[in-house]
């Protein structure tokens, strides 16, 4: 059999640990010298390939260089937002397998969400439909933690422990004052809550803040909002609550809508605040307290700084499985998470594979059980599901800079 | 001679080394049982003290648990932000010392910027005026780094690391896809820019991004700064600006409130945006590109995930130097810091101390002539004077929840 050579790209939002995924199909590609001559990325994902842009790791990262990857936050090899086409007739996919043929490519690696998948899903059947022996493989990515049929996803653990680290942080910020005051904390997440929910891992005992928690699984009220506001400053004089970026009313409104009526900019142009600022207005303007918003933004999705050396961890064993799982045949597959709790309740997870047309397009909400008081809260059971996936701390190592060291495209 | 009694206390906002000041004047204080009987903390300053409220540091933090101040930031015994009277006749001065008197103490230890060098020089010309041999000692503390007659304050060291590290993450981040994008990241900094400036620690080679960084030291001019943004894109097709929050035009008006055409919120409140937000407004309508902004937020002064080493052991020196200093009589002082750099370059700090009526009401900006560019940049001179302040991790003990752990006030 001769060899043939591998190519791998990054595609969607950028995670802590996208990169650790990236090392995992990387290094084990590298592990078979005897089947895989190249090991190639694609620059910018499946659009910057159909722009001819790629790599080859032995080149750009040599020997020990490889490994930094594991602590650099973002897309080592650039991303993009590129929707293939419905059609499996359009002449996109002739040129894509075209480029694969002229590169000797044998097996193709995509790491992303949903949207990602969907890529893997028609490369894969456009791959049955022309006998083309090309391996396409999906490799997990999402802070979101939305995909189906996994228990979760890789980039989810450090983003959760970036979020409840940082609300610990802020509720110490928030409390030096005996005044009463309310901290919303915007959290990332359109749709699903499972990020926002990790806030509650901030808690040190039951009662503690953040006192609320408001998923976009579930309708927003804003009066029952303020009420249990005013309510909980009988416990504690700062109020610390944490709501996703994507919560709604019961007539499926965006809270961050309800801010129109602040109007346009001196261009004529709306301007977009977050539902956190309109909510420390509202807290403001019918409580009359001290209120502040902090939206988390990107740093949720691309600091190293509470990198979970479990998520790092497993998102190398999700990229190096996918690669063996491909050199045995497999195609048309996600690589999964399969939980297995022992007899000690001790956690450990093993790598599965799924159909991936089953995953694209999907979105996997919190469920509705483990929201709790009338949408205010998570439940128990939610924090024994996301503790295991934020243990174990990363040492990045610093540059003579005093900052992090990260490995950078040339 | 009898024992007296030491009391310290916090005030002002939060930083990441503040308790670690804290824990140099405690734990230097406790080191001295032949002269000082106990060390008492009060509960969010002067404020709190004159309503009772203290506590005994060997209950509260008893043994090794005292260590545990050097890694958690915020506030520890809370803060407050109370000035005291202009007039030394006010009754609050003999209520104060009279209260002092019943606690039997010898020594009064603030730790804060420039308001509460006011109250320490308040309090120390109360005591020259009266007669009380009570000490009075001022311990710097300010993200912001405007104190004068210091080379820098503890706090600033921490909080720069923290911009710069995020500011190097958030670039990642921004520069994933290959579509024109512009980065507004603001940070804290009302009247002074250092903080701001530290943002160019985050470059790794001349012309890197972030490629604007603007203080509010000097006029900003929304024209020239889109103009540069236009010649930007020649270079780089994602542009990541640094602002400081309290940028203002050469009328003196805030950026920030140029958003004031968007008017009001539906309760007929203003809704207050950042200039960071103004200005993602602003790019997006003249230039028609993608933009984004970041705000820093409080994370800048309440996170431990970027203590610098250099910062926490500084602050800690300083607070037991002036321990040292009050126990051989000085008193109206603040301990201020002395920059030596050695024939080989390397930095060196001493501490020292100044007059506290010369520090007080007073800030130090960042000079003009290490403002460059149209004041769109700092000067390398800004790089080798931050350079030595953000060198050197601290590993944070995490606890079994797999975060950060604290000591907390019971």
Redesign the interface.
Known sequence: MSKKNLIVG?SG??TAVINSSLYGVVSEGLAHPDLIDHVYGMV?GIE?FLNGTILDFQEALPGEKLKGLTH????YL????YKLPESLEDPVYPLLFRKFEELNIGWFFYIGGNDSMDTVSKLSRYAAMTGSEIRVIGEPKTIDNDLVHTDHTPGFGSAA?YV???V???I???????KKSVTIVEIMGRHAGWLTASAA??R?YPGDNPMFIYLPEVAFDQEAFLANIQAAFEKNCNVIVCVSEGIHDDKGTFICE??N???????G?K???GCG??LE??V???LGVKA?S??L???Q??????L?ATDQQEAIAAGKFGVKAALDGVTGKMVSFVRETAADGSYHMTCGLEDVNAICNEEKPVPQEWIINNGSDVSEEFIAYA?PL????VEVP?GE????A?V?RK
Chains 1, 2 share one sequence.
């Open positions: 990054q939002g950028p910018n910057g650099t936050p973002g897309a650039g991303s993009c937002r422990r409840a680290s940082t610990r942080e802020i110490l910020d928030a409390c030096v004052y005996e891992l901030a040190k309800y801010d009526s602040v109007g346009t900019d001196s261009f142009h301007m977009l605040a600022k309109y207005n509202l403001r303007s019918r502040r902090v939206e933004n990107v740093s999705r691309c600091s190293a700084s509470m979970s503790l934020i243990q174990g701390t610093c800079d005093g900052l992090p990260f950078y």
